[in-house]
């Protein structure tokens, strides 16, 4: 198999996760913060571990700042839902995934006002118009790069706006964690992360990272339940983490999470990102020597988180995809990559693009044989 | 003079985390479970010798770790004084 769904699942993983979850697994095996034996302060330790490496990675001395969840899905959710209400005003880009879009819609149901603001046809933010839609915004929420383009966005320049309006920003890095600089130091309020893509983790970690300055108590819990903490009260407390934390934690995931994220400190995210980028270079600029081929991606030199979304003309991209996977056991992902606003955005709506996106383990000769497919299959 | 002090904190992530910064500041402490005599709650406390308490409370506060309340324990049962919150 060669595996270049990387921005969907980052695999392979380091031998150091599987061997992490693998040992919480057979040694530990408790709830964390449920009781008090050895084996749930042990797996409360290996939360708090994650909580402390998760908050350094993204530039935050408050590990208690860090809160987990299943994904940055259900992240994602748990600050638009919890915060916003009949009324509010919310600004995202036209670069969203459905993990934004939906919650959106659902709340624009409810009542809320959502505004998509625009970007030019490689998805970067005209910031422009940013700065006129931003006025009366409770919320913005941006996509840090996108899943279909790897476009990154000038964060910066969001959150300047951002403060200018009194807005909260809240930064989605799904696909930037990991592979481009991500942290709060870019300005963000509030950063939703998963574990399972550029973090190298396995699936079912996520979560929020707040800015020491944000006051958590604008969001109301998606979920209430058990937290080991106050369990005489009937009502959820309202302290960080246990507010937006209810129900067992996935100690095992979060194990392979901290061993994630030391293997990427280990090797430094400039080497990893120099690595991420050459091999998918390779891959970009292959297909885009094929005839008929089209590659969207952003301009030579600009930032890019190594997506490689293209499409063949007078062809279908699911014929693509399966004939990838049937002929060749390539792994891709074909049509909207769950992001049909952001196919709107570059002008690949409704046919969509075939999305092949190598990881920090992607051979140069995996490169080849997936062009060779390729090139076989445009004949 | 009590024998030890409870250190009960809002959570259990605000327990582990002023255990090991305690520990790093070579203060020795136990996570013990509150005692029922404290709190119905199930959670965990900190138990620390009285005399370390002061360091204890300088080395945690400096993490912002500031224990929702101090209880004083002599023998068997603490005594329930709350004196600091």
């Known amino acids: ?379 | 003079m009590a024998d030890h002090l409870y250190m009960i904190f809002k959570s259990m992530t605000h327990v582990l985390s002023a255990e090991r910064t305690a520990r790093k500041s070579g203060i020795f402490c136990r996570m013990v479970p509150i005692p029922r005599e404290i709190s119905t709650d199930c959670g965990m406390c900190i138990s620390v010798k009285t005399q370390d308490g002061p360091a204890f409370l300088d080395a945690v506060k400096e993490k912002g770790l500031e224990p929702e309340r101090v209880e004083e324990h002599e023998g068997s049962g603490p005594k329930s004084r709350c004196y600091y919150s």
């Not at chain 1, 006025?135 to 706006?161: C, F, M, P, W, Y």
């Not at chain 1, 392979?256 to 970009?284: C, F």
């Not at chain 1, 301009?299 to 979304?309: E, L």
Request: hydrophobic share 40%; charged share 15%; glycine share 10%.
């Open chain 1, 1 to 379: 198999m060669i595996y270049l769904d990387n921005a969907s699942t980052s695999w392979p993983k380091p031998d150091k996760v599987v061997d992490a979850v693998s040992n919480y697994m057979k040694n530990i095996g408790a709830s964390p913060a449920r009781g008090n034996c050895t084996a749930a302060m042990d797996a409360l330790g290996v939360v708090l571990d994650c909580r402390e490496s998760v908050a350094s990675f993204f530039g935050s001395n408050n590990p208690i700042n860090t809160v987990f969840t299943h994904n940055v899905t259900w992240a994602i959710n748990t600050v638009l839902h919890g915060m916003l209400s009949e009324g509010d005003k919310v600004v995202c880009s036209a670069m969203e995934h459905n993990a934004v879009t939906r919650p959106l819609t659902d709340l624009s149901d409810k009542g809320v006002e959502v505004v998509y603001s625009p970007c030019d046809t490689q998805g970067y933010l005209d910031l422009d118009a940013l700065e006129m839609n931003m006025r009366g915004a409770k919320l913005a929420v941006i996509n840090h790069a996108s899943n279909v383009t790897g476009t990154v966005q000038d964060v910066e320049a969001v959150s300047r706006i951002c403060r200018a309006n009194g807005t909260v920003f809240l930064l989605d890095v799904a696909q930037s964690a990991g592979v481009v600089p991500s942290g709060l130091s870019l300005g963000a309020d509030i950063i939703a992360f998963t574990g399972h893509k550029g973090l190298l983790g396995v699936p079912g970690t996520g979560g929020l990272v707040f800015a020491d300055n944000f006051n958590a108590q604008q969001i109301h819990s998606l979920a209430q339940g058990g937290t080991g903490s106050l369990s005489e009260q009937s009502r959820q407390p309202d302290f960080l983490p246990d507010r937006l934390e209810s129900g067992t934690m996935n100690g095992p995931g979060l194990a392979g999470l901290v061993a994630a994220i030391d293997y990427l400190n280990s090797i430094g995210l400039d080497e990893v990102y120099a690595r991420k980028l050459a091999i998918a270079d390779k891959l970009a600029t292959g297909i885009e020597d094929i005839a008929g081929a089209t590659v969207y991606r952003p301009d030579s030199g600009r930032p890019w988180t190594a997506v490689v979304s293209f499409t063949l003309a007078d062809t279908t991209t699911p014929d693509i995809a399966d004939y990838l996977a049937r002929e060749h056991n390539i792994c891709c992902r074909h049509g909207f990559q769950c992001a049909a606003v952001a196919h709107r955005t570059i002008g690949t709506f409704p046919g969509g693009t075939v999305r092949l996106s190598p990881g920090l383990f992607t051979t140069e000769a995996e490169v080849e044989i997936a062009l060779e497919a390729v090139r076989m299959f445009r004949g």
